[in-house]
């Protein structure tokens, strides 16, 4: 049989990445076809292209069998192609009728919401697709919001409809409902991409499987033809990682602990569900996880960002759950945050500024209210120096540097104000070998002088090779510690939700 | 003059305040549903005034002249458009210096054509249309079938935005611009000509309130005339949460609201005059707080659309 859709040799890079490498990718009516791999593996990315969302930099599309340019998502839903984003893309003031309608007839006509009514309730009654079409977007849970993105591509007719990490967000009785309704539309001679990290729903749903990983394809197969274990290896890959290097010291009095911790998220979901650990002085502890299994919530509820519903959180005896951030700083707890240029700087002050932010209020750097501008930029001179930050002066705005810079920047100030608990959250993405290499000398040494690290990472190497221990955070739970020398198959199960 | 002298007199003079700030709100109403907050309808209005003015003094039709205002208004507004559409510029800095540029040059074209007359030239003004038979009924005759020409156009122009922008595909997609071009835009719609065609279509109803002050109502420029007009304009879109109807109902009151400080500072001379002229302003902080969080506003309101 032909595939409805080939993607030859695909090819996309970004400044600093190859998020495709030379990617070849079918799609065949009447088959769910998975995409795995890890995050930043370049999943959407790939898919992306095939939406007409991205040009590719090589490779070529075949529809059909004839070669075609998809020069953005009108094309692409010409030729058949949908997409329901990672991110919903509604408008939640309009209707759900209302949403359904942008951009679907000429914009001469005037607007017939009862035939829209009409054609939403065509294309899902047979599939099990139920939504009130006068409800307004706002009112609707996000199972429901997300028929409504499959509506809207099946009223246009799409051959091939493309998810992309459908189910994160979804109740398992609402992934189940959706299953259903991939099922009937692949009974119904459609075909599907389904883009997951979940091994159970490949297993469940499938068709063919494809594995990205680090931008290539490492697998592509009939599901019948390959086990559970097979897959996770391809995603996860296969070399052996010792643990932390230069392991010295062994765990320090003075710990960092959390007990009971349950958070909400940011649609009042219960995100981190009863999570318990110590991390001690002289240690590493990672937490390996998919993104958006409770991380962010985790990490903001115990640098004080976010509120915990319950459970406690001390730093040396010392409760600090309900206290506020400059308090935890003063316990010397530090996070190094995931978003540099969001929250650990502000882009358009100098350096010398940005190194006193969290002092303002304190000596020496401020003298009843005035600022000691000397001594900020000593200090700040002291961290460009001591870390390595290639910068003209102390006096540049923190924005114009690179992001190895800044992120080498944020780590040495942290030190400065000196952090005994230190909170790492993906504290190399998207630096270079040179600046990666850096942030993590900082934090061995940093351990190895007695200080607690909590590395969250989406990096599984980077776990595997700094970290003394290791737990697997699924659903807001940390399902399983790992010890060295780790085991990488069984984290990369348990990440995707086996084995429990 | 007894109570119900002056309450007719405040009546008679409520459309005619009303039309130059109801014909600006629409505008301004499909330019922000569309995502694009133009603050410089007040020089925009200015602009039109003055081109109204000249063109009804040495061509002598009122006609031609609104035309032009409302081109005048529509070519000003296309430098917001450019600003803040194809360059992503701030829309707030962009319409200020709007406003600015308006309201000095409207001031300087003035001077060129008619320097320093002491009897300032004027030009007669439109009048009013008189719909027989039922201009005769007693009060209302007079009020609603005895007004200036825009006051009818004003109406037929509501209706007719009302029904585009929720009746037809194009009002749904402009609409959607508003709340999210990212996604209008996957879904076929182009931002950047709905975001045009709605700021150039703003700017050409402010162009016509402005021509309105001269050519219609008072016969005359002077500097500065709008006094405001086009800053409340923008507020009523607020109080009007983006339908032309609701914005049409705030221009009225703010006309009666108008007619009634004109009235009462012509009666009560000895108090300044200045205390009966800011109760526009007034009344339209109070709008502010009155209507606050409660309405939804354009989600992209202000935002510059950037394509990845
Ligand atoms: N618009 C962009 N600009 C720059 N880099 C990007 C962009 N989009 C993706 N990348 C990078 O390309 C790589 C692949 O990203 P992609 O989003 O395709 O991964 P993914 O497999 O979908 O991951 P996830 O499971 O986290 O969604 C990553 O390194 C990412 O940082
Ligand atoms: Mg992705």
């Given at each position: 049989m032909e595939p409805y859709i080939r993607m030859v040799g695909i090819t996309k890079k970004f400044p600093g990445v190859v998020a495709n490498d030379s990617v070849n990718f079918e799609v065949y009516k009447g088959e769910i076809h998975a995409l795995l791999g890890e995050n930043g593996a370049g999943?959407?990315?790939?898919?992306?292209?095939?939406?007409?969302?991205?040009?590719?930099?090589?490779?070529?599309?075949?529809?059909?069998?004839?070669?075609?340019?998809?020069?953005?998502?009108?094309?692409?839903?010409?030729?058949?192609?949908?997409?329901?984003?990672?991110?919903?893309?509604?408008?939640?003031?309009?209707?759900?009728a209302e949403n359904v309608a942008i951009g679907l007839g000429s914009w001469r006509n005037g607007l017939e919401i009862e035939k829209i009514k009409a054609m939403i309730k065509d294309v899902s009654e047979d599939l099990g697709l139920y939504v009130n079409p006068d409800a307004y977007v706002h009112q609707l849970s996000v199972g429901e919001r997300q028929r409504v993105e499959i509506i809207k591509m099946l009223v246009r007719g799409v051959n091939v409809l493309i998810l992309d990490e459908p189910t994160s967000a979804l109740t398992p009785q609402e992934s189940q409902q959706l299953f259903n309704v991939l099922k009937r539309m692949k009974d119904g001679g459609r075909g599907v991409v389904l883009i997951t990290h979940k091994m159970y729903e490949v297993m469940e749903?499938?068709?063919?499987?494809?594995?990205?990983?680090?931008?290539?394809?490492?697998?592509?197969?009939?599901?019948?033809?390959?086990?559970?274990?097979?897959?996770?290896?391809?995603?996860?890959?296969?070399?052996?990682?010792?643990?932390?290097?230069?392991?010295?010291?062994?765990?320090?009095?003075?710990?960092?602990?959390?007990?009971?911790?349950v958070v909400k998220g940011d649609r009042g979901e219960v995100a981190v569900n009863g999570i318990s650990f110590v991390v001690r002085g002289g240690e590493i502890v990672g937490i390996a996880g998919v993104a958006g299994n409770g991380q962010r919530e985790l990490v903001e509820a115990i640098f004080g960002m976010r509120k915990a519903v319950s459970g406690k959180i001390t730093v040396d005896g010392v409760d600090i759950t309900n206290k506020d951030i400059r308090d935890r700083v003063s316990a010397g707890l530090e996070l190094i945050p995931e978003d540099r240029l969001g929250t650990a700087v502000i882009p358009k002050l100098s350096l010398f500024q940005n190194a006193i932010l969290h002092e303002r209020w304190w000596d020496p750097y401020s003298k009843m209210g005035v600022l000691s501008i000397s001594k900020a930029r000593d200090l700040a001179k002291r961290i460009?120096?001591?870390?390595?930050?290639?910068?003209?002066?102390?006096?540049?705005?923190?924005?114009?540097?690179?992001?190895?810079?800044?992120?080498?920047?944020?780590?040495?100030?942290?030190?400065?104000?000196?952090?005994?608990?230190?909170?790492?959250?993906?504290?190399?993405?998207?630096?270079?070998?040179?600046?990666?290499?850096?942030?993590?000398?900082?934090?061995?040494?940093?351990?190895?002088?007695?200080?607690?690290?909590?590395?969250?990472?989406?990096?599984?190497?980077?776990?595997?090779?700094l970290s003394d221990r290791l737990y697997v955070i699924y659903r807001g739970k940390l399902v399983k510690e790992f010890l060295p020398q780790f085991d990488r198959l069984a984290i990369g199960e348990a990440m995707m939700g086996g084995q429990q | 003059m007894n109570i119900s002298g002056i309450a007719i007199a405040v009546v008679l003079a409520t459309f005619p305040s009303a039309i130059p700030i109801w014909l600006a709100a629409l505008g301004e109403t499909v330019d922000q549903a569309s995502g694009v907050l133009d603050l410089g309808v007040e020089g925009i209005m200015l602009m039109g005034a003055i081109a109204a003015f000249v063109v009804d003094y040495f061509y002598h039709s009122a006609l031609i002249a609104f035309i032009v205002a409302g081109l005048v208004g529509l070519a000003f507004s296309a430098v917001h458009a450019f600003i803040s559409i194809?360059?992503?510029?701030?829309?707030?800095?962009?319409?200020?210096?709007?406003?600015?540029?308006?309201?000095?040059?409207?001031?300087?074209?003035?001077?060129?054509?008619?320097?320093?007359?002491?009897?300032?030239?004027?030009?007669?003004?439109?009048?009013?249309?008189?719909?027989?038979?039922?201009?005769?009924?007693?009060?209302?005759?007079?009020?609603?079938?005895?007004?200036?020409?825009?006051?009818?156009?004003?109406?037929?122009?509501?209706?007719?935005?009302?029904?585009?922008?929720?009746?037809?595909?194009?009002?749904?997609?402009?609409?959607s611009v508003g709340e999210n071009p990212l996604v209008a835009e996957v879904m076929g719609v182009s931002p950047v000509i709905y975001r045009y065609v709605s700021v150039l279509f703003g700017g050409f109803m402010a162009g016509l309130a402005g021509a309105y002050l001269t050519v219609g109502l008072t016969g005359s420029f002077y500097f500065d005339?709008?006094?405001?007009?086009?800053?409340?304009?923008?507020?009523?879109?607020?109080?009007?949460?983006?339908?032309?109807?609701?914005?049409?109902?705030?221009?009225?009151?703010?006309?009666?609201?108008?007619?009634?400080?004109?009235?009462?500072?012509?009666?009560?001379?000895?108090?300044?005059?200045?205390?009966?002229?800011?109760?526009?302003?007034?009344?339209?902080?109070?709008?502010?707080?009155?209507?606050?969080?409660?309405?939804?506003?354009?989600?992209?309101?202000?935002?510059?659309?950037?394509?990845?």
């Open positions: 999943k959407t990315t790939l898919m992306r292209v095939l939406y007409g969302l991205y040009r590719p930099d090589a490779g070529k599309i075949y529809v059909n069998g004839n070669e075609v340019k998809i020069g953005s998502p009108t094309e692409a839903l010409r030729l058949g192609i949908g997409m329901v984003h990672q991110h919903f893309s509604l408008i939640p003031y309009f209707t759900v749903v499938a068709d063919r499987v494809t594995v990205l990983r680090r931008g290539r394809v490492v697998l592509n197969a009939l599901k019948g033809e390959i086990s559970e274990k097979a897959l996770v290896e391809a995603m996860v890959g296969k070399e052996v990682i010792l643990g932390s290097p230069e392991k010295r010291s062994v765990p320090q009095k003075g710990a960092l602990s959390v007990e009971g911790l460009i120096n001591s870390f390595g930050v290639a910068t003209p002066n102390e006096q540049v705005q923190a924005g114009s540097l690179s992001g190895g810079n800044i992120q080498k920047f944020v780590v040495g100030r942290s030190m400065a104000r000196g952090a005994r608990y230190l909170i790492a959250v993906n504290p190399t993405a998207g630096l270079d070998v040179a600046a990666t290499d850096s942030v993590r000398k900082t934090l061995v040494e940093f351990r190895n002088s007695g200080g607690a690290v909590l590395l969250v990472s989406e990096d599984l190497d980077e776990l595997l090779s | 194809t360059l992503n510029g701030d829309q707030v800095v962009s319409g200020t210096a709007l406003w600015f540029i308006g309201w000095g040059l409207s001031g300087v074209i003035y001077a060129a054509y008619f320097g320093l007359a002491i009897t300032p030239p004027s030009v007669p003004t439109i009048g009013s249309i008189n719909i027989p038979v039922l201009t005769s009924l007693p009060i209302v005759g007079k009020v609603l079938f005895g007004e200036s020409p825009l006051f009818y156009i004003s109406i037929l122009i509501t209706i007719a935005l009302w029904s585009i922008m929720f009746r037809t595909q194009f009002g749904l997609n402009l609409r005339m709008t006094a405001g007009m086009g800053f409340i304009a923008v507020a009523l879109v607020y109080f009007g949460k983006w339908n032309p109807w609701r914005v049409s109902v705030g221009a009225v009151i703010f006309g009666l609201v108008y007619a009634l400080s004109a009235e009462l500072e012509s009666i009560y001379t000895s108090v300044p005059y200045q205390f009966f002229s800011m109760w526009p302003y007034i009344a339209t902080l109070l709008i502010i707080l009155a209507v606050g969080k409660s309405a939804h506003a354009p989600d992209a309101l202000t935002m510059p659309y950037v394509r990845e």
